[in-house]
């Protein structure tokens, strides 16, 4: 052990994060106590609700602090233990700072979980970490899809809509994904089984809104919401009648000014809902959609797609590719 390097927030960003809003720095290594135990973590998910955490303003989960360093979804090795039922060796799943090494306290995020039920690590923070599961809880929870029902999904190959769009098919329903690039739309239809793919590059919400009514004449039942913009503009002008919206997030504003959504009367004229939600509202679903998602990964029921960058020196690069079209898969930082 030769010390302990952290991503650090050193000043908000406005817009687009910057490099230099953050700075990789070195601390000793801490010391654990009694009820604590010390994690050597590897892998650090790397995700789109992380930038919200940067602004100085109230959220479901507090802003990071300047001079601290940036918190993820982790998972690691325990090297060190004074806290009953956690022993040296064990593989710990939590939410920790992005750094080499994190204390871990009885009763905290921090959970074991066994090694032999996934064929990587890196699936408890992918197609079973935070992103999976909130693609879950989303489908079965908010949208309850029906054989036959069509969904939209709106950056369908990132790591949240490839996951929620693979369990809407496997429910029987019909999917049409929105994603950015030819490469990512082809993926959709020739990997991940969604029934047609909507490339957004340089379209407006008019362009989008034919596109819609093409790949789905009789309109939508369902949408999974992760962008925003004229995405969302359009679809919610081709909603059936008590359709459904789950508003999982809205990245098109988080670098930039909110713009709002102009459409939203259609609610009122189709009586549909649009439900907002994070995976916190939903604990009692954490432990029964983990145990889900890992046997669906293991049969090959759905495709976990990763993309893994390594080492923490990489860790601004990797969190920039989130706003910048980098991404083909769930975006994980290998730290070991």
């Known amino acids: 052990m030769q010390g302990n390097r952290s991503f650090v927030l050193v000043s908000r960003p406005r817009g687009i994060p910057s490099e230099s809003d953050f700075a990789i720095r070195s601390h000793r290594i801490p010391e654990i106590g009694k009820g604590e135990f010390l994690i050597r973590n590897h892998y650090a998910s790397i995700d789109p609700a992380m930038r919200g955490w940067l602004d100085d303003r109230p959220s479901y989960l507090p802003p990071v602090a300047i001079g601290d360093a940036m918190r993820a979804g982790t998972i690691g090795r325990v090297v060190a233990s004074k806290a009953p039922g956690i022993k040296l060796g064990d593989w710990v799943k939590g939410i920790n700072a992005i750094q080499d090494y994190s204390v871990g306290r009885t009763g905290d995020s921090n959970r074991p979980v066994d090694p032999g039920r996934v064929t990587s690590m890196s699936h408890y923070i992918s197609v079973a970490g935070g992103a999976g599961l909130t693609a879950h809880v989303g489908i079965n929870r ?17 790591a949240v809509g490839a996951v929620a769009g693979q369990l809407a098919r496997l429910a029987g329903a019909r999917v049409i994904g929105i994603a950015g ?31 819609l009514v093409a790949a789905a004449p009789e309109g939508l039942d369902m949408v999974f919401e992760n962008v925003g913009g004229p995405g969302l503009d359009a679809a919610l002008l081709h909603l059936k009648k008590h ?17 709002g959504a102009r459409n939203l009367k259609e609610l009122v004229f189709r009586s549909a809902t649009m439900r907002g939600f994070t995976l916190l509202d939903f604990p009692e679903e954490i432990a029964p959609a983990t145990g889900q998602l890992i046997d669906l990964a293991n049969s090959g029921a759905i495709i976990c797609a990763e993309q893994i960058e390594h080492g923490l020196d990489n860790a601004f690069q990797t969190f920039l590719n989130l706003f910048v079209g980098g991404t083909s898969g769930k975006l994980i930082l290998k730290l070991i």
């Open 142 to 158: 908010i949208l309850r899809p029906v054989a036959g029902e069509t969904l939209l999904v709106s950056s369908a190959a990132g």
């Open 181 to 211: 690039g030819a490469d990512k739309c082809r993926r959709l239809t020739a990997e991940l089984g969604f029934d047609h793919a909507i490339d957004h590059r340089g379209k407006d919400a008019d362009t989008l809104l034919a596109e």
């Open 243 to 259: 359709a459904r919206i789950a508003l999982c997030g809205l990245i098109s504003e988080y670098n930039s000014p909110p713009i």
